[in-house]
């Protein structure tokens, strides 16, 4: 089972990584727009990277953490 939980955490990590790119090219696109104002939706991917990040911390192996 616990291989099993590294492989979904490494999934979600992926996917956090996907969502933070996703946020910045937003950024971007709205940077080079003129824009002067967050997009909407850079908002969104930023909060579901967070809790896609959170859910792959909780799935870490007590053996898995840094304690230092």
Do not use: C, Y
């Not at 940077?31 to 579901?48: K, N, Q, S, V």
Request: charged share 40%.
């Amino acid at each position: 089972m616990a291989g099993e939980l590294q492989d979904i955490r490494a999934r979600l990590e992926a996917i956090s990584e996907e969502l933070a790119d996703l946020a910045i090219e937003r950024l971007r696109n709205s940077i080079d727009a003129g824009g002067h104002e967050l997009p909407l939706d850079e908002r969104r991917l930023t909060r579901a990277r967070r809790a896609v990040e959170k859910a792959a911390s909780i799935l870490v192996e007590p053996d898995d953490r840094d304690w230092t």
